[in-house]
């Protein structure tokens, strides 16, 4: 994510405490990609077939738990079981932006416990139904979640589905005055989705925590000339009755977090493939002469993130561009979503280029590799920002970018406010909240998370430093991992006991000593926390 607005509201974390809660080749043909599919991404009625009901063998069943344990969202999440897909279909009755979708959700998913009962996390509104392997189940809402009671204990080991229908994701409107993430917006053109961290079960019901990646296929039912995109590959699509249905697999595993959905008078450019990768861009119909031009840089920037750090681990890439003031660029798998902030005529190419490989730079960092828990979103922001001002710095656009004029400078600057920063949002890798969005998404993640990363290359050097991001992104691709994964990592491949060294960067309350700059000073801690000084102007971060 990159954020250009500050003091904005996320949903606070429940009160209540957890319970026990490269490189790819050409787009693949439709009909390859259904036959490659794993069996945990059927279709519903495929899906019944493979679920083996309980027996009478299982005494006794428990309930899962209501979140999977992350610290800063203690009910984000939840236990018994793993999901391995969604089978989502959003229906938009008319062409108006504003208007409310009509979403039916299957979810296939694998008992880890022999399970009595269930949560998905669902904030939304309405909900008509709920089966479980095709019968009907009881349900009951409770805050934010939607607790299913199956006729039968599941089997642990077992895969079971379970289809909600009827309920309804309603967009809100997108304005600059707004200074919180809307998970879903509608503007002149149409709606986008853009639910970081947690606002994916506002939308739909899920396992709404990076932790618990699976695959997806969206299908997308508009009238007959409105567009529809989402994550991964198209491999449907027909028009009948004045109504048209777009289908796409998103075939590698995505946190729920990263779903999008685009539906409006959008139009899709095609670009050729780009080093092995499938482009395409979505924006406003109207605006496809001004935007096309100015999004052409990611087939070059594609290049130069695959010789850093490898192939790119998706089907394709893509920008998403909405007419609104969002107040933020984010990293949604496969089709990063941006507004007119960053591709505007007014901004700068040195400010929206480098903001471009941030997010693209993401698919590898924070996507392919997700989070364990929130507290390890460094991983995400401090990777993206180091390529980010990586790149800048190569081509000349620093200054635009960060107000500085060459890296070492950057960081000097970065390291005299260490301390401020870890005082006010807490360590790297522990922020102290997540209540305002920008607690989480704080300057000490970003810069800070960069700078982590400069202290480690300065102390490994530069030739360990790139296999490590390499190995990184290759031992993890498509799964979850944490900081202490990271740092175990990065002992192994340098050869050397990183332990203490980066656990004092990451977790640490005092900044510690930058290896080669002994000259290096942090500023002292002061009680109205000076942070005006604080660097990314294009981020709004004061």
């Keep these: 994510m990159t954020a250009t607005c500050d003091g904005a509201r996320a949903r606070p974390a429940p009160s209540r405490s957890p319970r026990p809660r490269g ?19 059927l279709t519903p009625a495929q899906a019944a077939t493979t679920v083996a009901p309980a027996t009478a063998t299982v005494r006794a069943g428990s309930p899962g738990a209501a979140g999977i344990g992350d610290r800063l969202f203690p009910e984000l999440g939840n236990g018994g079981y793993d999901v391995r897909s969604y089978d989502l279909t959003l229906r938009y009755r008319t062409k108006n932006p504003a208007q409310d979708g009509a979403v039916d959700v299957t979810i296939v998913a694998t008992a880890t416990q022999n399970l009595s009962r269930f949560d998905l996390d669902f904030d939304g509104v309405s909900l008509k139904s709920v089966q479980v392997n095709g019968r009907t189940a009881a349900f009951s809402r409770r805050a934010e979640e939607l607790v299913v009671t199956p006729r039968a204990v599941l089997p642990k080991g077992h895969r079971f589905t379970v289809t909600v229908r009827g309920f309804i994701a309603r967009p809100q409107k997108a304005s600059p005055a707004v200074t919180t993430i809307l998970p879903f917006v509608y503007t002149r053109d149409g709606s ?79 670009r050729p493939a780009a080093y092995g990768v499938p482009v395409r861009d979505v924006v406003p119909r109207r605006l496809v002469a001004e935007l096309s031009p100015r999004l052409a840089i990611e087939r070059s920037q594609l290049g130069w993130m695959q010789a850093k750090v490898g192939r790119y681990p998706f089907d394709l890439y893509g920008s998403l561009v909405v007419d609104a003031q969002l107040g933020f660029a984010l990293e949604t798998q496969t089709l990063s979503l941006y507004d007119m902030f960053f591709l505007g005529a007014k901004t700068p190419v040195g400010v929206r280029n480098p903001v471009m490989l ?185």
């Design 23 to 41: 490189r790819r080749g050409p787009a693949v043909a439709a009909a390859t990609l259904v036959a490659a599919l794993p069996a945990a991404f």
């Design 192 to 270: 986008v989705i853009s639910a970081q961290p947690d606002g994916a079960h506002t939308i739909f019901p899920s396992n709404d925590h990076p932790r618990d990646k699976a695959t997806y296929r969206i299908r997308l039912d508009v009238p007959a000339g409105w567009t529809a995109v989402a994550n991964g590959v198209q491999v449907g699509h027909r028009t009948a009755k004045g109504r048209s249905v777009t289908t796409y697999l998103q075939r590698q595993p995505m946190a729920s977090e990263l779903v999008q959905a685009a539906v409006g008078d959008l139009a899709v450019i095609r």
């Design 358 to 542: 941030h997010e693209l730079s993401h698919q590898w960092f924070g996507d392919s590799v997700a989070p364990w828990s929130w507290s390890d979103v460094w991983q995400n922001e401090g990777h993206a920002t180091w390529y980010e001002v990586t790149y800048a710095a190569q081509y000349g656009w620093l200054n635009d970018e960060a107000g500085f004029a060459d890296l070492e400078s950057l960081f000097k600057a970065t390291y005299a406010l260490g301390d401020q920063w870890r005082d006010r949002w807490g360590p790297v890798a522990r922020p102290t909240s997540a209540t305002i969005v920008w607690d989480l998404f704080n300057p000490n993640v970003y810069y800070g998370g960069a700078l982590a990363l400069y202290a480690l290359r300065q102390k490994i050097g530069a030739d360990a430093f790139a296999r490590l991001e390499r190995a990184w992104v290759t031992q993890y691709r498509g799964r979850s991992a944490s900081t202490d994964d990271f740092i175990a990592l990065a002992s192994r491949v340098s050869g050397r006991h990183l332990g203490s060294f980066l656990r004092a960067w990451v977790y640490g309350t005092k900044t510690p000593p930058m290896p080669g700059h002994p000259d290096w000073k942090v500023d002292p801690v002061v009680a109205t926390h000076p942070l005006a000084r604080a660097i990314v102007p294009s981020r709004g971060l004061k």
